[in-house]
């Protein structure tokens, strides 16, 4: 399973970043997970999963240049969780 990840990232992102560009997606990524933070104690819903869901891609990604995998399959599943969210709010509206 995770040889099939690891292949839909090599044809979907590039393998390689320069340090430059990963260390702004981790803080486009902190900033991100501070903003959830606050639209969690604030019950701003669904805001929570809308800033969450790019947190996770980011995280994703950086953890698959990294060949980090339990931090990968982590994110994986939350982002999956949050689609389904996401999903279910559009469908209700």
């Known amino acids: 399973m995770d040889g099939l990840v690891n ?3 090599r044809f979907l992102l590039p393998s390689e970043i320069s340090l430059k560009t990963e ?3 981790k803080n486009i990524a902190l900033l991100l997970g501070i903003l959830s933070a606050v639209a969690i104690i604030f019950d701003w819903y669904p805001l929570t999963m809308f800033l969450s869901f790019p947190f ?3 995280w994703i990604y950086c953890a698959w240049l990294r060949t980090e995998p339990q931090l990968k399959w982590v994110n994986l599943i939350f982002l999956f969780i949050y689609s389904y969210g996401i999903g279910r709010y559009f ?3």
Do not use: D, P, Q, T
Request: one cysteine or more; glycine letters at 0%.
């Open 56 to 58: 996770c891609l980011i």
């Open 7 to 9: 292949s839909i990232f």
């Open 91 to 93: 469908l209700a509206l």
């Open 23 to 25: 260390k702004l997606l």
